[in-house]
């Protein structure tokens, strides 16, 4: 066995071991101590990158249900003035099926309570807004279309467009130009109640149809977030019994490692016996 003292071969190689298990010791302590299999790009580039952009996904998906959340309020703001007018006409109607008989009596009184309504209808309709938006007055963007970004991508796909009928008095026909101040005119209204009763009902049916998809729109961003989440953790997120595992066999090479260490420097003070 050759005895040299510049160079000791095996203290060298089991220094160089010695490195590696400490460098795999460090990365399980950062692996276990975060979670994660990948904390670096280092550490894994293309699992990295696609972890990433399953994350992007993700929160893009997180903001378009809430959007659809938002859309879903807006909707029911909009459906509950809806159902206030509706029962502003039935009333209105009861009041012209009464003015219409030819025995009523009192009919400027109860022309007096159908123009309020009529008044009240307008007062609805304006004045129904979600945040700064007047949904229902057949003005603005209500009426053109608000568009909600319902999913992670800039396509007509991942959007939808919600679009509110006006349900002013004068746009459901029963404007101040109608009265039951004498049996023709309450005849008159009678019909013209009948026709805006047909078009608040009609307009009420968009709203829940434009509530049900965006259900279905909500259901479905749910799952793919669940979807793309497993996706990443199973990308992303350290398998804790293995690591634990290895990080246990490391520190093990890790100490024997400095023990051996310690054996091959001390195999050059052999030498020291021979100048003796």
């Known amino acids: 066995m050759s005895l040299m003292v510049n160079t000791n071969i095996d203290a060298l190689a089991v220094h160089n071991n010695l490195v590696n298990t400490n460098n795999k010791v460090s990365a399980s302590l950062q692996r276990l101590s975060s979670g994660l299999r990948i904390t670096s790009a280092k550490d894994d580039a293309s699992g990295f990158a696609i972890a990433n952009s399953f994350a992007a996904k ?18 029911q703001t909009a459906d509950g003035a809806y159902t206030k007018i509706n029962d502003i006409l039935v009333r209105m ?4 099926t009464q003015a219409a008989s030819g025995q009523t009596e009192s009919l400027a ?8 309504l009529q008044d009240e209808i307008d007062r609805i309709s ?16 209500a009426a ?15 959007q939808i467009t919600v679009k509110f009928d006006s349900a002013t008095a004068s746009a459901l026909g029963v404007s101040t130009s109608i009265g039951i101040n004498s049996l023709a005119c309450a ?13 608040i009902n ?9 509530q049900n998809r965006l259900q279905y729109t909500t259901d479905n961003l749910s799952t793919s977030i669940q979807n793309y989440t497993s996706s990443e953790s199973t990308i992303r997120d350290v398998d804790m019994a293995s690591e634990i595992s290895d990080f246990t066999k490391n520190q093990i090479l890790q100490q024997a490692g400095m023990s051996m260490l310690a054996q091959a420097n001390s195999g050059p003070q052999q030498i020291l016996t021979l100048l003796r």
């Open 109 to 116: 009184t109860m022309n007096n309570e159908f123009n309020s």
């Open 126 to 141: 304006a004045s129904t807004k979600y945040g700064s938006q007047t949904l229902i007055d057949g003005t603005g963007n």
């Open 58 to 75: 993700i929160a893009s998906m997180q903001v378009a249900s809430q959007n659809a959340g938002e859309a879903q309020s807006m909707l």
């Open 202 to 210: 009609s307009y009420m049916g968009s709203i829940g149809a434009y």
């Open 93 to 96: 109607k009861s009041l012209a």
């Open 144 to 158: 053109t279309g608000i568009t909600f970004q319902v999913g992670a991508t800039n396509s007509t796909s991942d």
């Open 187 to 199: 005849q008159d209204a009678m019909g013209a109640i009948d026709t805006a009763l047909t078009s």
